[in-house]
């Protein structure tokens, strides 16, 4: 019975599984360092960071990541405090899209979001160049921009990749 391991059938799993794992640990990680970051690293005192905390642990994140990620939110220790920052462009059909980030390295996170524009056939704006369109209030633009029918597609996609990047917190858009 050469080649049959359990090991074969576990990899198999561990192949499925892992992916959607790292997934959620990034994510997790991502929501404790924002709540640390927002209210203090104090769990006691900040109710954001401590249901983030247990979430994190009934996932069974690491106590070192969530200790790690406490840290870089709060901007403690040898972790780059987390950076918000705001980013603006247009996508397929013009439509304009205003996304909100909070980062470590703004250099890569620019250039990630950068591709993803430009993957889609739309560019990043300089600062201002879309926040018109939103006013005060990002959920609600100004104006709506329609959507050309083979555009739809692709800008669902680039929408996609921008709100399952690690670094994006939220992602608005005008397309009616």
Do not use: C
């Not at 997934?23 to 997790?28: A, E, H, I, P, V």
């Not at 924002?34 to 009934?58: F, H, Y």
């Amino acid at each position: 019975m050469s080649g049959h391991s359990k090991w074969h059938k576990v990899k198999n799993q561990k192949a499925a599984n892992d992916p959607k794992r790292s997934r959620l640990f990034t994510q997790l990680t991502k929501k404790i360092q924002i709540a640390s970051k927002e209210s203090g690293p104090d769990p006691d005192v900040n109710p954001s960071l401590r249901s983030a905390i247990e979430e994190a642990r009934a996932a069974n994140l690491p106590k070192d990541k969530i200790e790690r990620a406490i840290n870089k939110g709060a901007g403690i220790g040898d972790e780059g405090a987390l950076k918000d920052v705001q980013y603006e462009g247009y996508g397929p059909s013009g439509v304009a899209v205003l996304i909100q980030a909070s980062t470590d390295n703004i250099n890569r996170t620019v250039s990630e979001i950068r591709k993803i524009f430009k993957d889609a056939g739309g560019s990043l704006g300089e600062p201002g160049s879309a926040a018109f369109v939103f006013g005060d209030d990002p959920h609600n633009p100004t104006f709506t921009s329609p959507i050309r029918g083979a555009d739809t597609s692709v800008f669902e996609t680039m929408i996609d990749e921008l709100e399952s990047h690690d670094d994006v917190v939220r992602v608005f858009h005008n397309a009616g």
